[in-house]
């Protein structure tokens, strides 16, 4: 004699599946604010690597010069040069947005510029950003560099 009990047993229960849908949901969502976070702080150490870059270059163009260059006008520098001499070929550009660009100032009267970046992960602002504005973001800039 066969027991019709024994195929009742056979499968999970909705309550099973529910409890174990709603456990993979938090696990990802959990997972999901961990890599965003991640993903901010890679992009803020591309943004100082990219600033110390420009600051290399700065200081080479005023080894050779004994001036920084002028500030960046158009908020859109294509290369820091003085004509004949090219000291970076290509300004890097924000990791985030292409169109966002990092604030270079020379400062008036004195042999003296800063850099200026916004950081994502940075929530309070680093020295005053005396660059002044901002270059394709309307989030002002909270990182300054200045020369050495």
């Given amino acids: 004699m066969i027991n019709k009990n024994t195929n009742k047993n056979k499968g999970f229960s909705l309550i099973e599946l529910l409890v174990v849908i709603t456990i993979i949901g938090v696990l990802i969502s959990v997972s999901f604010v961990g890599f965003s976070q991640a993903r901010k702080s890679a ?14 270059a700065l200081e080479i163009y005023r080894n050779d010069l004994k001036t920084y260059p002028p500030g960046f006008a158009d908020c859109d520098p294509r ?70």
């Fill in 43 to 56: 992009r803020d150490a591309k943004r100082k690597a990219d600033l110390e870059q420009i600051r290399s």
């Fill in 79 to 148: 290369s820091i040069s003085n004509g004949s001499d090219v000291y970076m070929a290509e300004v890097p550009k924000d990791p985030l947005c292409t169109s966002q660009y990092y604030r270079y100032n020379k400062l008036i009267g004195a042999n003296s510029y800063c850099l200026c970046a916004y950081l994502e992960t940075l929530s309070v602002t680093q020295g005053t950003c005396v660059c002044g504005g901002n270059c394709g973001t309307t989030v002002a800039c909270n990182y300054k560099l200045s020369n050495p």
